[in-house]
């Protein structure tokens, strides 16, 4: 079974990625390199998205920036599926006070907005696109945790489960082989979902001064240096969102297509 | 988590020309010389008897500086809620009633760049366009210089007659109320004020409400189809109701309590969403405040801000759980 939304996301995200991974031979420039006689320039042939705020060619710090965004999005959700998927798992399946333990500190964390507890998870360990990716597979955890705590309570009643444990299995083997297998679909679609999603906070943050610090050329950090200059040169602030913005609608229209994919309902 | 933060808070309130005595001083004062635990007991001690500390940076007390600026957040993000609410529901509904056609298009593939947009980027672009291009609005504060808004006076005259502390607590709640411009202005009947405070929340609001705005549509959209497939809407036809009876009463009525769930749960991404709304519009919220004061490290100050985001977000909660009852009166039965 197909879906339209998948491909479609597919696609952008494969156009993205081969921008990212071709970037120092996609870049016309150095991202770093700064033609300061010609700041803020409007786009031209030699420029095509202009220069920003300091004379650096934008072309060259979005595509370069592809490479950053990427990162961040895949390893703060990895990191977060690494912590979040085990904590669920142990809540699920022995439940008692140690689901309650979990549930409630989920819950807790759940209750802040993401940006709040990135950033306070960001002036305890300073500012910085790693610290930052740190903040945010931080504020992903209760997602994951919860989900795979939900899949694990529906799973481990099955009576393959039952039957396997009846004949002798032990709990890890219960929950390599069957239970977790079982909870993977879900959990696939939201970590499409969730890598836009750290990508967006991760520009938000950037845009606040507390992610990737000058001059490195991450979309969110150009949006914050350019905003000053927002309406002398507005074409420093387009570009880089309209990257954001795409690089986001593919993980999004991916994770659309995943979810119709294996869940028609 | 904050006192994780390396480096001493007396030391870099003071300066590097502090002397040692100074630095101890301080930090007797403060109570950073205590132990962890003593440090948080005495906190929650000190926040259930309304004392939420001094700013370090100001030496200011935090309730004082979170009185002057929640209003500003909360009108802001009533605002934007106000929006999602009256123009993302009926927008759900109709691409519903409409499944497939145009409209529907357009509201699925516009909910889909919604969610994906980010939202800073947004409000840098309704200013740009708006604010600086066609002048049609103010882009930043909450009113303009010269526009003048007296504090509600109307109890002041009583307060003469009532005890002191009573009155000083009473005009500390009107002050607080007072931060409201919009209801402030129609209390004060100033309707200069009341247009300009209004223009200056347009683009704030409008950007705000844009994310929760998406999730919305797309919401009530898949609630209202799941309910336009029940069963019971068949009976109420061979009833003979009249089909707009039908949508509205039965499927509508039957839709709305997972969309207030939602929609409460949504309070938390606009809280999120005014940190980055209120930096780029110079609103005076706790948004824009907590920014200012992470980079300062000011312990008592961001600690605020968390707590009262977090009762905001737990009201919020509350508010639309009542609201469900009401929706569905299985649930007052359970």
């Given at each position: 079974m197909q879906s339209r939304r998948g491909i479609a996301g597919l696609l952008i995200l494969v156009l993205i990625s081969c921008t990212a991974a071709l970037a120092p031979w996609l870049a016309p420039y150095d991202p770093l390199e700064q033609h300061i006689l010609e700041r803020r320039s409007p786009p031209s042939i030699q420029h095509p998205l202009g220069l920003d705020e300091l004379g650096r060619d934008n072309l060259s710090r979005v595509i370069y920036g592809a490479r950053l965004s990427l990162w961040v999005g895949v390893t703060a959700v990895l990191l977060a599926l690494v912590i979040g998927v085990p904590l669920g798992t142990i809540a699920g399946y022995r439940g008692g006070w140690i689901d309650s333990l979990v549930t409630s500190v989920m819950d807790v964390m759940l209750a802040f907005p993401t940006v709040l507890l990135a950033i306070a998870v960001v002036i305890v360990l300073g500012r910085g696109l790693t610290n930052g990716m740190y903040a945010l597979a931080f504020a992903q955890i209760p997602t994951y945790a919860r989900l795979t705590r939900v899949g694990v309570l529906a799973v481990k009643e099955r009576e393959y489960v039952l039957a396997t444990r009846v004949v002798g299995a032990g709990p890890i083997h219960l929950l390599w082989r069957h239970i977790l297998p079982g909870c993977l679909m879900p959990l696939q679609t939201q970590a499409m979902i969730g890598i836009g999603t750290a990508i967006l906070e991760m520009a938000g943050l950037s845009f606040l001064g507390l992610g990737a610090q000058p001059p490195t050329p991450e979309w969110g950090a150009m949006l914050g240096q350019g905003r000053?200059?927002?309406?002398?040169?507005?074409?420093?602030?387009?570009?880089?969102?309209?990257?954001i913005m795409l690089t986001v609608l593919g993980f999004n229209l991916l994770g659309d297509g995943l979810r119709d994919v294996f869940d028609p309902r | 988590?904050?006192?994780?933060?390396?480096?001493?808070?007396?030391?870099?309130?003071?300066?590097?020309?502090?002397?040692?005595?100074?630095?101890?001083?301080?930090?007797?004062?403060?109570?950073?010389?205590?132990?962890?635990?003593?440090?948080?007991l005495g906190y929650v001690g000190g926040l259930l008897r309304g004392n939420w500390g001094r700013s370090i940076k100001t030496n200011v007390p935090v309730t004082a500086e979170l009185a002057e600026r929640i209003p500003a957040t909360v009108e802001l993000t009533l605002t934007a809620m106000a929006i999602v609410c009256v123009v993302g529901i009926?927008?759900?509904?109709?691409?519903?009633?409409?499944?497939?056609?145009?409209?529907?298009?357009?509201?699925?593939?516009?909910?889909?760049?919604?969610?994906?947009?980010?939202?800073?980027?947004?409000?840098?672009?309704?200013?740009?366009?708006?604010?600086?291009?066609?002048?049609?609005?103010?882009?930043?504060?909450?009113?303009?210089?010269?526009?003048?808004?007296?504090?509600?006076?109307?109890?002041?005259?009583?307060?003469?007659?009532?005890?002191?502390?009573?009155?000083?607590?009473?005009?500390?709640?009107?002050?607080?109320?007072?931060?409201?411009?919009?209801?402030?202005?129609?209390?004060?009947?100033?309707?200069?004020?009341?247009?300009?405070?209004?223009?200056?929340?347009?683009?704030?609001?409008?950007?705000?409400?844009?994310?929760?705005?998406?999730?919305?549509?797309?919401?009530?959209?898949?609630?209202?189809?799941?309910?336009?497939?029940?069963?019971?809407?068949?009976?109420?036809?061979?009833?003979?109701?009249?089909?707009?009876?039908?949508?509205?009463?039965?499927a509508l009525r039957n839709a709305l309590p997972p969309i207030v769930t939602v929609i409460g749960l949504q309070t938390g991404s606009l809280l999120g969403g005014a940190i980055l709304t209120e930096t780029i519009f110079s609103w005076p919220g706790i948004g824009q405040y907590v920014v200012n004061r992470v980079l300062a490290r000011d312990y008592p100050a961001v600690q605020g801000v968390v707590l009262v985001i977090a009762l905001l977000v737990v009201l919020t909660n509350l508010a639309a759980d009542i609201c469900y009852v009401y929706l569905d009166p299985r649930i007052r039965y359970e």
């Amino acid at each position: 079974m197909q879906s339209r939304r998948g491909i479609a996301g597919l696609l952008i995200l494969v156009l993205i990625s081969c921008t990212a991974a071709l970037a120092p031979w996609l870049a016309p420039y150095d991202p770093l390199e700064q033609h300061i006689l010609e700041r803020r320039s409007p786009p031209s042939i030699q420029h095509p998205l202009g220069l920003d705020e300091l004379g650096r060619d934008n072309l060259s710090r979005v595509i370069y920036g592809a490479r950053l965004s990427l990162w961040v999005g895949v390893t703060a959700v990895l990191l977060a599926l690494v912590i979040g998927v085990p904590l669920g798992t142990i809540a699920g399946y022995r439940g008692g006070w140690i689901d309650s333990l979990v549930t409630s500190v989920m819950d807790v964390m759940l209750a802040f907005p993401t940006v709040l507890l990135a950033i306070a998870v960001v002036i305890v360990l300073g500012r910085g696109l790693t610290n930052g990716m740190y903040a945010l597979a931080f504020a992903q955890i209760p997602t994951y945790a919860r989900l795979t705590r939900v899949g694990v309570l529906a799973v481990k009643e099955r009576e393959y489960v039952l039957a396997t444990r009846v004949v002798g299995a032990g709990p890890i083997h219960l929950l390599w082989r069957h239970i977790l297998p079982g909870c993977l679909m879900p959990l696939q679609t939201q970590a499409m979902i969730g890598i836009g999603t750290a990508i967006l906070e991760m520009a938000g943050l950037s845009f606040l001064g507390l992610g990737a610090q000058p001059p490195t050329p991450e979309w969110g950090a150009m949006l914050g240096q350019g905003r000053g200059a927002i309406f002398a040169a507005p074409h420093i602030v387009l570009f880089p969102g309209l990257a954001i913005m795409l690089t986001v609608l593919g993980f999004n229209l991916l994770g659309d297509g995943l979810r119709d994919v294996f869940d028609p309902r | 988590m904050l006192r994780l933060i390396p480096g001493d808070p007396a030391q870099i309130m003071l300066g590097e020309h502090a002397t040692v005595e100074q630095v101890a001083q301080f930090r007797a004062d403060s109570g950073l010389d205590q132990p962890l635990p003593a440090q948080y007991l005495g906190y929650v001690g000190g926040l259930l008897r309304g004392n939420w500390g001094r700013s370090i940076k100001t030496n200011v007390p935090v309730t004082a500086e979170l009185a002057e600026r929640i209003p500003a957040t909360v009108e802001l993000t009533l605002t934007a809620m106000a929006i999602v609410c009256v123009v993302g529901i009926p927008a759900g509904v109709l691409a519903a009633f409409r499944r497939g056609s145009a409209l529907d298009l357009v509201a699925s593939g516009g909910t889909l760049i919604g969610v994906s947009m980010p939202l800073f980027w947004l409000g840098l672009l309704f200013g740009h366009f708006f604010g600086y291009r066609l002048g049609w609005l103010p882009t930043s504060g909450r009113l303009t210089i010269g526009v003048e808004l007296e504090p509600i006076s109307i109890v002041h005259a009583l307060s003469q007659a009532l005890p002191k502390l009573l009155t000083a607590r009473l005009n500390a709640g009107i002050d607080f109320i007072s931060n409201f411009y919009v209801l402030n202005s129609i209390l004060t009947a100033n309707h200069t004020a009341l247009a300009d405070s209004l223009r200056h929340l347009c683009l704030p609001s409008l950007t705000l409400s844009t994310v929760p705005l998406a999730v919305i549509v797309r919401m009530t959209r898949s609630c209202t189809l799941d309910a336009l497939g029940q069963d019971y809407l068949q009976t109420a036809r061979a009833k003979g109701l009249p089909e707009r009876d039908v949508l509205l009463r039965h499927a509508l009525r039957n839709a709305l309590p997972p969309i207030v769930t939602v929609i409460g749960l949504q309070t938390g991404s606009l809280l999120g969403g005014a940190i980055l709304t209120e930096t780029i519009f110079s609103w005076p919220g706790i948004g824009q405040y907590v920014v200012n004061r992470v980079l300062a490290r000011d312990y008592p100050a961001v600690q605020g801000v968390v707590l009262v985001i977090a009762l905001l977000v737990v009201l919020t909660n509350l508010a639309a759980d009542i609201c469900y009852v009401y929706l569905d009166p299985r649930i007052r039965y359970e």
